[in-house]
């Protein structure tokens, strides 16, 4: 007998920045940069930073909160927690343990994920997985990132561009013909080399490449980065489309993973899509990895931007090398509306 799968999608969603704002005008301060450079090459004007000895995980557990009262839900129905994430505060125990406890989701197992900025679409496409075989009921993904943690505040090449942010899902079984229509993921460990975070083992090289004190912060050759992230972006778009035959005049919205507004702009103007369909978030938030793409989505959902039925089309790209896309068909109505539309 066929097997039939369950269709999986968004039923709640959230997100929470931490309150301190760091301008360019802050860093101005801090290095040997203007606001009018970071504007022009990478188009952030500020991003919010956790506090000194605030934890990553206290902005997932809040976003984790509010995606969790959006799906209507509580805690205790949750099979599974999945944290996307490249700065654990903990390599053990894992960011997902931690909210486990906190949320006192006690039914539920838990683990991290590294796909670096991709997170986000690596935890959909697994989360979708279980709810789809029927494994598990709901699945919460949460996207959490302190990158000020391991940014170099003295290297003016790396530490205008990240912030700090968190969004987070519940996956669950919605109507027939909604939800996660497909996902495709990518990978090129070869190409790993030019966005480095170290941990527990650095090489020559990794200490040489890090020209200050403390070694264990982020290093990228940034216009390497910058020429993949462009040619991927429109690749793992491509591959999207063709693979559930749509096309770009079908997408209500579109969520990038928001590095440089230079990247975006250069990748929708050559997939003719304009960049009115998406939610900029760059500009305030800075490059928040994996966090991204979640975050833009809350926004534009809570901002009336997204109604039931509307397709969208999720690209993601970061360090590993990875990529990955996926196009949803949106099964949500706005918070607080009753379900007709
Ligand atoms: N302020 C002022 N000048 C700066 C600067 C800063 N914050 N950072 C770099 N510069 C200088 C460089 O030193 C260089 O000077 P030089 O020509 O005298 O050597 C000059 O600006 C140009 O540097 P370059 O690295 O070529 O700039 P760019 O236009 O490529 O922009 C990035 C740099 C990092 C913004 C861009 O490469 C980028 O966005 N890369 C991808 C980042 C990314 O997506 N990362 C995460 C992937 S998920």
Redesign the pocket.
């Known amino acids: 007998m066929k097997t039939r799968f369950k269709p999986a999608g968004i039923i709640g969603i959230g997100s929470c920045l931490p309150e301190n704002v760091l301008t360019n005008s802050d ?1 101005e301060k801090m ?4 606001d009018e ?2 504007i022009k ?2 188009g952030i004007r500020e991003r919010r930073i956790l506090d000194k000895g605030q934890p990553a995980y206290s902005i997932g557990y809040e976003a984790a909160l509010r995606a969790i009262e959006d799906a209507g839900i509580s805690a205790e129905d949750i099979d599974l927690i999945i944290v996307a994430t490249e700065t654990p505060d903990y390599l053990t125990p894992s960011t997902a343990c931690i909210l486990q406890g906190k949320l006192g989701a006690r039914n539920a197992a838990a683990f991290d994920l590294n796909a ?2 991709t997170g986000m679409i690596y935890a959909l496409s697994v989360a979708r997985q279980y709810v789809s075989s029927g494994t598990y009921r709901y699945v919460l993904v949460v996207c959490c990132e302190g990158l000020s943690k391991v940014t170099d505040w003295q290297d ?6 990240f912030g700090d942010a968190a969004g987070a899902v519940v996956i669950g079984e919605v109507e027939e013909g909604y939800g996660i229509i497909d996902t495709y993921l990518g990978s090129d460990g070869e190409a790993g080399r030019c ?1 480095t975070i170290p941990c527990c083992h650095m090489d020559e090289s990794d200490i040489e490449k890090r020209t200050h004190e403390n070694k264990r912060v982020l290093w ?1 050759d ?2 390497e ?2 020429k993949f ?1 462009v040619r991927i972006m429109e690749h793992a778009t491509e591959k999207i489309l063709d693979l559930t035959g749509t096309l770009p005049g079908d997408l209500k919205m579109i969520f990038p ?1 928001q ?2 507004v ?2 975006i702009e250069g990748a929708l103007k050559r997939l003719g899509i304009s960049d009115e369909n998406m939610m900029p978030v760059i500009h305030k938030y800075g ?1 928040i ?1 994996s966090a991204s793409i979640p975050v833009s989505i809350d926004e534009a959902y809570r901002a009336g931007r997204l109604l039931k039925g509307d397709k969208i089309l999720l690209v993601g ?3 590993g090398l990875t990529w990955g896309s996926a196009i949803i068909r949106w099964n949500k109505n706005q918070p607080g509306d009753t379900g007709v539309n």
Do not use: E, P, Y
Request: charged share 15%; glycine share 8%.
């Open positions: 860093l290095v040997d940069t203007s450079w970071i090459r990478t670096a900025c003016r090449k790396t530490c205008v561009l966005l990228m940034g216009s980065v910058f992230a993973h590095a440089n230079r990247i490059n990895s790209f970061g360090g």
